[in-house]
């Protein structure tokens, strides 16, 4: 985990998915991929928490759970999971075929997906990634508004409805540290895209 301080405070999941969209920005064009990573929006800043691999059910559920431990040890007031993924649009008539897995799909589209909770809201908000001839990232597409709305899934429902007490807060740092997580400051900095 690394932590990036800033000066302002602001309020809501807007300026949180503007620093998750420089990130995956920045990561994109420096290694070429995003790994998958949360964000927390504290009183001290964005920390950020990346797990080592997500390779199969087992890491993804560990990830989701350390993610939960994460948010109540940072007392965090909202964080994105941002990973990249395959998606699929319904066709132009409005349908979606929803046996196909989208990594299976013909017609998929490569997004970096960011994935936002606050106490009480969820949001969405994808970004398409565009490639040139050659097959190297040239950018993102027009990811429009966030998509607020009810999600589901193992990486969902990650932020407690309320805030932690200072004896939860401290238990989760404790049950982090017993995982082997610990907090690094290493102050990523998005001006660097």
């Known amino acids: 985990m690394k932590r990036n301080r800033r000066q302002e405070n602001p309020q809501g999941l807007e300026p949180l998915a503007r620093q998750a969209q420089d990130y995956a920005l920045h990561m994109m064009r420096t290694t070429g991929s995003v790994p998958p990573t949360v964000i927390a929006d504290t009183d001290e800043g ?67 997906v960011l994935m936002l909770e606050d106490h009480s809201r969820n949001a969405t908000r994808m970004l398409p990634i565009l490639r040139d001839d050659a097959d190297v990232f040239s950018g993102f597409g027009d990811p429009g ?33 017993s995982l082997g997580m610990n907090i690094i400051n290493r102050g990523f900095d998005p001006t660097m895209n």
């Not at 699929?88 to 299976?104: F, I």
């Not at 607020?148 to 805030?163: C, D, V, Y």
Request: proline fraction near 8%.
């Open 46 to 112: 964005f920390v950020f928490c990346m797990p080592t691999a997500l390779t199969d059910d087992a890491a993804k559920d560990r990830f989701a759970e350390v993610t939960r431990l994460f948010a109540i040890g940072q007392s965090a007031r909202s964080i994105v999971m941002i990973a990249e993924a395959w998606a699929r649009h319904p066709d132009a008539r409005g349908h979606l075929d929803t046996e196909t897995p989208p990594s299976q799909a013909p017609d998929r589209k490569e997004v970096v």
């Open 145 to 177: 508004p966030l998509q607020f709305g009810e999600s589901q899934g193992r990486f969902s429902g990650l932020m407690p409805r309320n805030k932690p007490s200072v004896r939860e807060a401290a238990q989760a740092r404790t049950t982090l540290i």
